[in-house]
């Protein structure tokens, strides 16, 4: 079986595809989003999702979220005595997912559809890849999150010629995609993105104007207040309605206190980052050649757009109601799993040939002349331009640029700069050319960008006919298929929460997180609910234990509410 995953910077899920379409796969506690969030304990014991973020709070030296972020990048994450890369981390997530589904289907999966950004690049994507297979997943494509959503949208079946735009605002990254559909070919025509914008952000503003009022300092906050606070903030903003206010309330030192902005307020204090959102939105538009009235449909995706400020926004940006009939949270999903499908050659499935394209301009280093035969080295010359369609090839013509020349380096780049330098580097072609003079020797330069996002470069020098080639693999974080199989066994000794128990599991320790914030009475009545909780799970009678868990919950519901009464 083959799922379709959306691997998100704050939650994550699965679905599949039906003969009525495509579903989601709810997880081990029948939830169908489930936090990117993992937590180890001493016993090496991993939580992913909701248990792992209530141990946040109470454990945040063990527990890590928004590492999608860091996909791909040196960064560790120390969770309490091991550390991870965030390829690793979110291959627990993806364990999980894959574990979850099993169940849920009754059958293995063993392949998967994995989503990502846009705006990922090629060492992001294939740091995506390796964290499905080191959680057991054979990644049968990594797919682009907007393109899945236009599926999931069905925008694949429309008729005619259609353009779309797709405003993807999740928890930590800011997508917007131009797409085009003609003669059943779904072409991706721009994207442009800020991988640091999004939900995450707007939860900040609520947040630091909480601490404004009450005169707290952020950097004076233990771990455990800053995350409890964010967690409080985060609440805040995830229910407001469409003209009310965000009420942020927590239980501070001892202290209740409570913050409110107004409508006004807000649009103000977030202005900046909807001036920041304009700009990708911009640059897409204009990558793509088209006007905003061009475009046919505009879909939303990610958590973000539920909120009532970004769709009044983008009501107002592009002057026309979005389209929100699939839920912006599992629109991505779904693509994923219709992508899926489409690989299985379902046969309800009409076949559509979607094509990518290469998010970062490609490109060499070359001398340019300034003032008369002056040469000035370190300047970047594109060769395969950004949002070129792939599979890709581009050949450009260079010549030697002085006397005796006899070596030519070519440096392979990556990025939009005008200067080499603040380029990043993929590599280096060196060859060796006959001797002459000063621009005799000619050079053809090609550049191969595939679908698996791989780069082949080629040097052909005419005058002899002799080529070079080389292949980037983006060797930065790449492991032989040894150190991947070495780091599977190790990961596999750190084995997830058993899925039966992981419903008790929330619970006890969302007590454990109110134990933390309650006092008194309140406290004492928490710690009689909860060793009573325990005393039953002790017996093992799963009948008792059900009813035991529902009294449970209630109990900690009440007292949470009790936090705030009075
Ligand atoms: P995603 O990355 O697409 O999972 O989006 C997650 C983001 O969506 C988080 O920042 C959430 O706070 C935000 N989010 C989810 N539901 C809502 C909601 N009802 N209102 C506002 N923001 C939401």
Same mark, same amino acid.
């Given at each position: 079986m083959i799922i379709g995953i959306d691997l998100g910077t704050t939650n994550s899920l699965a679905?599949?595809?039906?003969?009525?379409?495509?579903?989601?796969?709810?997880?081990?506690? !029948?939830?169908?989003?489930?936090?990117?969030?993992?937590?180890?304990?001493?016993?090496?014991?991993?939580?992913?999702?909701?248990?792992?973020g209530e141990r946040m709070a109470v454990h945040p030296d063990q527990t890590a979220s928004l590492f999608k972020r860091s996909m791909g990048s040196r960064k560790e994450f120390t969770l309490g005595k091991r550390t991870f890369s965030a390829e690793e981390l979110s291959s627990f997530v993806l364990r999980q997912l894959k574990e979850d589904a099993e169940i849920y289907l009754g059958e293995p999966v063993t392949e998967a559809v994995i989503s990502v950004p846009a705006? /990922?690049?090629?060492?992001?994507?294939?740091a995506t890849k390796r964290a499905g297979e080191l959680a057991g997943l054979k990644v049968e494509r990594i797919i682009s999150e907007p393109t899945a959503a236009a599926i999931a949208y069905g925008l694949f079946q429309k @008729?005619?010629? #259609? =353009?779309?735009?797709?405003?993807?605002?999740?928890?930590?990254?800011?997508?917007?995609?131009?797409?085009?559909?003609?003669?059943?070919?779904?072409?991706?025509?721009a994207v442009a993105g800020d991988?640091?914008? !999004? !939900?995450?952000?707007? #939860?900040?503003?609520?947040?630091?104007?909480?601490?404004?009022?009450?005169?707290?300092?952020?950097?004076? $906050?233990? @771990?455990?207040?800053?995350s409890y606070l964010r967690n409080q903030a985060e609440k805040a903003k995830c229910s407001a309605g469409a003209d009310s206010f965000f009420r942020m309330q927590a239980v501070f030192r001892g202290d209740r206190l409570e913050s409110l902005i107004s409508?006004?307020? /807000?649009?103000?204090?977030?202005? @900046?980052?909807?001036?920041?959102?304009?700009?990708?939105?911009?640059?897409?538009?204009?990558?793509?050649?088209?006007?905003?009235?061009?475009?046919?449909?505009?879909?939303?995706?990610?958590?973000t757009t539920k909120m009532p400020a970004v769709r009044r926004f983008v009501g107002k940006l592009f002057g026309r109601v979005p389209d929100t009939s699939v839920n912006p949270d599992e629109a991505v999903a779904l693509g994923a799993a219709i992508q899926g499908a489409m690989k299985e050659r %379902?046969?309800?499935? =009409?076949?559509?040939?979607?094509?990518?394209? $290469?998010?970062?301009?490609?490109?060499?280093?070359?001398?340019? %002349?300034?003032?008369?035969?002056?040469?000035?080295?370190?300047?970047? $010359?594109?060769?395969?331009?950004?949002?070129?369609?792939?599979?890709?090839? =581009? #050949?450009?013509r260079f010549y030697t640029v002085s006397d005796h020349q006899t070596r030519v380096e070519i440096h392979i780049l990556q990025g939009e700069s005008r200067f080499a330098s603040n380029n990043v580097s993929l590599g280096v072609l060196s060859l060796t050319v006959p001797d002459g003079k000063a621009g005799e020797q000619e050079i053809d330069i090609t550049y191969t960008y595939d679908v698996n996002a791989l780069l082949e470069v080629e040097a052909k020098i005419r005058s002899t006919g002799e080529t070079v080639t080389k292949l980037i693999k983006n060797q930065e974080n790449d492991m032989t298929l040894e150190q991947m199989q070495k780091r599977m066994q190790e990961l596999s000794y750190l084995k997830i929460h058993p899925r039966e128990k992981e419903a008790n599991k929330v619970l006890l320790l969302r007590g454990e997180r109110l134990y933390e914030e309650t006092t008194g009475e309140l406290r004492e009545q928490l710690e009689a609910v909860t060793r009573q909780f325990e005393r039953i799970l002790d017996r093992q009678d799963p009948d008792r234990i059900?009813?035991?868990?529902?009294?449970?919950?209630?109990?900690?519901?009440?007292?949470?509410?009790?936090?705030?009464?009075?």
């Open positions: 679905a599949y595809y039906t003969e009525e379409g495509p579903k989601i796969i709810p997880n081990r506690l !029948g939830e169908r989003l489930t936090p990117s969030i993992v937590s180890i304990d001493e016993n090496d014991q991993v939580y992913v999702g909701r248990s792992a705006y /990922f690049n090629d060492i992001k994507r294939k @008729q005619e010629d #259609t =353009r779309f735009l797709v405003f993807d605002l999740g928890g930590g990254t800011f997508d917007v995609s131009i797409l085009e559909l003609y003669d059943d070919i779904m072409e991706v025509r991988n640091y914008l !999004g !939900g995450e952000d707007f #939860t900040n503003v609520i947040l630091d104007s909480f601490l404004e009022k009450h005169g707290i300092d952020k950097n004076e $906050c233990s @771990q455990k207040e800053r409508r006004k307020d /807000f649009e103000k204090k977030t202005g @900046q980052l909807f001036d920041r959102i304009k700009q990708p939105v911009r640059r897409s538009l204009s990558d793509a050649g088209v006007r905003i009235r061009d475009i046919d449909e505009i879909v939303l995706v990610g958590g %379902k046969s309800s499935i =009409r076949e559509v040939i979607l094509t990518d394209v $290469c998010p970062f301009t490609l490109g060499t280093e070359v001398s340019v %002349k300034i003032e008369g035969d002056r040469l000035e080295g370190n300047h970047f $010359c594109p060769i395969l331009e950004r949002n070129t369609v792939i599979p890709a090839s =581009r #050949t450009e059900e009813e035991a868990r529902k009294d449970y919950e209630e109990a900690l519901d009440w007292i949470e509410e009790e936090l705030w009464l009075e």
